[in-house]
């Protein structure tokens, strides 16, 4: 689907006919539901048309008199008539720019892995700049530095787990700071491998006494590596050790023999199959497909002091996520963040993760275009489901308010005009179910969720 | 003959780098293509897994390197990419000023403790808990309470280089000669002006050997505190390119940390001898 809509397009319906504006009804609407935002050729174009739609529907209030024009004069006159009068290109910077910048200067920490992709080519490819901002991007030691950080406001925002912003707004393993995230770095974009010595043990049932890695406990990592696991019966408290290991250390771990395999972000994962010390298991894909990886996150008090900051910081995460989901710019990417400024990496490596042809560590080369993916849109029930797993494996305790600390911590309305700002289409309902190895979650009855599992901590 | 000696000396030295370098050169060489693969899935792979380069670099890589480095020092590409010139300065000025806050506590209050034998009791058991703990376990703290991550490196350097020079200021006071105190106290010497013409001069040599020890120290602990720190400094830097897995970056950065401690090392040396007198 495509999200720039022409404007000088006489059937097009301007008056919106649904919440988003772009389909003809609501039920249309619903049915475009589960579609992502997928960029157009130029974000300058986007814009445009976002800006002309607004002129044409100031000049023509009515539609009926708005078609009648286009059709008698034609679309290209059209354009040309109301250049005349309106400059559009001025507009569509100015709107480009809405909002004047509180604080022009911003540091945004990251973690050198792929996840931050978008985080991280915002700097070198100009989409900070393109808001009106100066961002520096600050590559930053391990997640608890990053939490750390971020509350002591030395970030502006930064690059965190999905999970750590809902753990740092409760209180998990840190003083209680009201967090917020506004847009998902990526889905998907993580993998189990495994040592060399284990290429016949395939499957899980024989992994009882091993040792895995995971970057922090509050992480999709964690997460999806238990339910892996339990969904195979070995219960991840008792029958494996998990590790915290910071994701650089995993690989000089496992060639070390220290730990038997890993479920780390990517690059990582890649890089122990490019120096030969591991294989690809699974992809993380294949255990729950367009899971949430990382977020961009910042803090209320960062959001309410300066909301206008914040807005165009937003903006450019979401342009830069947008034009990372297109497939043919994931090269020039992969090249604008393997330098030592950025991730740090081969860029063969870099390459073989964001376009998905890779060697497996067995000889193969597989292809999965999917294998890291990007879509902005903070889904409400993902955070609905990192919270029933909390509750699985004892990190929270007692009664949880899921819904309200998802809509708090989410921010799924806010981005959600953003993105319709934009000119791009999010979805009307920031809750949606979706499957994790087969089971369906449904975020409307979260408990019963966590009831459902047999294997889980007792509380 | 002494300058016989200082040649034979210098002369086992250089045979001995050269039978290191050699052996390392020997230990790390490529065994060549070990498996056969497909040359599509061969580019997908780095040098280790296709041509069965060892994992530690051989000498020469380490050579080429550092003459890299060496030629621009003092590049920067941006917040988390500069030259290892600049990297080291950051270090060394972030030594330098926790480093200087630890001499301006500890000497005077080292001077105070070594006066009084009951503060020096006192206070023994609380330095002796004190003084073993590790940079690393006071960096979560410190980052946590000072809530700025450049000055919890400074403390923490400030706070593991203390302990020796308070312990050596407090021994180098304690141990000062009784007959030369007993004859300033004949010669009726004013408290203050006895602190600073007869027990400053003798407790010296003592104060300056745990100046040099704590030097020793904050230059190791820059490099753990910076690690977790991140931004900048020669630990950040080794950090950043153990991220990278690149042992090549992370020997030079060895090499160089060596050869700065040694300098801060010889400086001080240099002030002891200066002060050191016969007795």
């Known amino acids: 689907m495509s999200t720039f809509n022409d404007p000088f397009d006489a059937d097009r319906n301007l008056q919106s006919g649904c919440v988003c504006g772009q389909h003809a009804s609501a039920g249309e609407h619903e049915a475009a539901l589960t579609l992502r935002c997928e960029p157009v050729e130029s974000e300058e174009k986007r814009y445009e048309g976002v800006v002309a739609s607004a002129v044409m529907r100031a000049m023509f ?14 679309a290209s006159t059209a354009l040309a008539a109301l250049s005349q009068f309106f400059p559009l290109k001025t507009a569509t910077e100015a709107f480009a720019q809405a909002g004047a910048p509180e604080k022009k200067d911003l540091k945004v920490g990251f973690i050198p892995i792929t996840c931050a992709t978008p985080i991280i080519m915002a700097a070198p490819m100009g989409f900070y700049s393109k808001h009106g901002l100066n961002v520096e991007v600050v590559k930053t030691a391990g997640w608890a530095v990053v939490r750390d950080k971020t509350i002591n406001k030395e970030y502006d925002a930064a690059h965190m787990l999905a999970p750590m912003p809902i753990a740092i707004s409760l209180g ?6 009201p967090f917020a995230v506004p847009a998902i770095e990526n889905i998907n974009g993580q993998g189990i491998t495994l040592a060399m010595k284990h290429k016949d043990k395939r499957d899980p049932k024989d992994w009882k006494g091993m040792k895995f890695a995971i970057p922090f406990d509050y992480s999709m990592h964690n997460y999806l590596l238990r339910y892996y696991l339990a969904e195979h019966g070995l219960d991840p408290d008792t029958d494996v050790q998990l590790r915290s290991v910071p994701p650089p250390e995993m690989v000089a771990n496992l060639r070390a023999d220290n730990i038997d395999g890993f479920l780390a972000p990517d690059n990582i994962c890649q890089r122990a199959i490019y120096d030969g010390v591991g294989f690809m298991h699974i992809l993380s894909k294949e255990i729950w497909d367009g899971h949430p990886c990382c977020s961009f996150a910042a803090s209320r008090e960062f959001i309410t002091t300066a909301p206008n900051s914040f807005a165009a910081l937003t903006r450019a995460i979401v342009d830069a996520t947008a034009f990372a989901s297109k497939a043919e710019n994931r090269k020039q990417i992969a090249e604008a963040i393997a330098p030592a400024n950025y991730i740090n990496a081969p860029v063969t490596v870099l390459e073989q993760v964001l376009t998905g042809t890779y060697a497996d560590g067995l000889g193969g080369v597989k292809t999965d275009a999917k294998r890291v993916d990007f879509d902005p849109f903070p889904w409400q029930s993902f955070a609905v489901w990192m919270l029933t797993q909390m509750k699985r494996w004892g990190q929270i305790k007692g009664d949880v308010d899921y819904k309200a600390v998802a809509e708090q911590v989410y921010l799924a309305t806010d981005t959600k005009k953003l993105m319709t700002e934009m000119g791009l289409s999010p979805p009307a309902s920031a809750y949606k179910s979706f499957a994790v190895m087969g089971k369906t979650f449904d975020p409307a009855k979260p408990e019963d969720y966590v009831a459902s599992f047999k294997i ?4 | 003959m002494n300058s016989s000696l200082r040649l034979r000396a210098g002369l086992v030295s250089i045979v001995l780098l050269a039978a290191f370098l050699g052996i390392w050169h020997l230990a790390t060489r490529s065994t060549g293509a070990t498996t056969t693969m497909s040359p599509e899935y061969a580019k997908l792979m780095g040098l280790t897994a296709t041509q069965g380069k060892s994992t530690m670099p051989g000498p020469l890589d380490v050579g080429a390197k550092l003459l890299e480095h060496l030629k621009r020092p003092f590049y920067d590409n941006g917040p988390n990419d500069k030259g290892l010139g600049i990297q080291l300065a950051y270090s060394i000025a972030r030594v330098g000023t926790g480093y200087l806050l630890a001499v301006l506590v500890a000497i005077p209050l080292g001077f105070l403790i070594g006066m009084s034998p009951l503060l020096s009791k006192a206070l023994d058991p609380f330095i002796q808990v004190l003084k073993p703990i590790s940079p690393l376990a006071w960096m979560p703290l410190a980052l946590y309470t000072i809530k700025d991550s450049s000055v919890s490196a400074i403390f923490v350097i400030f706070i593991c280089s203390i302990w020796p020079m308070l312990l050596n200021t407090v021994f180098g006071v304690a141990s000062v ?9 004949t010669l009726e010497v004013g408290t203050v002006r006895r602190a600073f013409t007869v027990i400053l001069p003798a407790a010296a040599p003592t104060i300056l050997t745990g100046m040099r020890i704590s030097v020793g120290i904050a230059w190791l602990v820059i490099v753990a505190a910076e690690m977790l720190v991140g931004g900048t400094g020669i630990g950040y830097y080794v950090w ?8 090549t970056n992370v020997i030079i950065a060895i090499l160089l940390i060596g050869v700065i401690g040694m300098l801060l090392d010889q400086i001080l040396a240099r002030f002891t001898r200066m002060v050191t007198f016969p007795e």
Do not use: M, Y
């Not at chain 1, 209030?61 to 034609?74: H, M, W, Y």
């Not at chain 1, 889980?456 to 509380?459: C, L, P, T, V, Y």
């Not at chain 2, 000669?177 to 106290?185: L, T």
């Not at chain 2, 390119?241 to 042992?247: A, D, F, G, Y």
């Open chain 1, 172 to 177: 998990l393993g840190a003083n209680p700071v």
């Open chain 2, 177 to 185: 000669r009784k007959e030369w105190i007993n004859v300033a106290r």
């Open chain 1, 61 to 74: 209030p009515q539609d009926g008199a708005r078609r009648a024009f286009l059709k008698s004069v034609g």
């Open chain 2, 240 to 247: 950043n390119e153990w991220n990278n897995l690149s042992i």
């Open chain 1, 456 to 459: 889980r901590k007792a509380s």
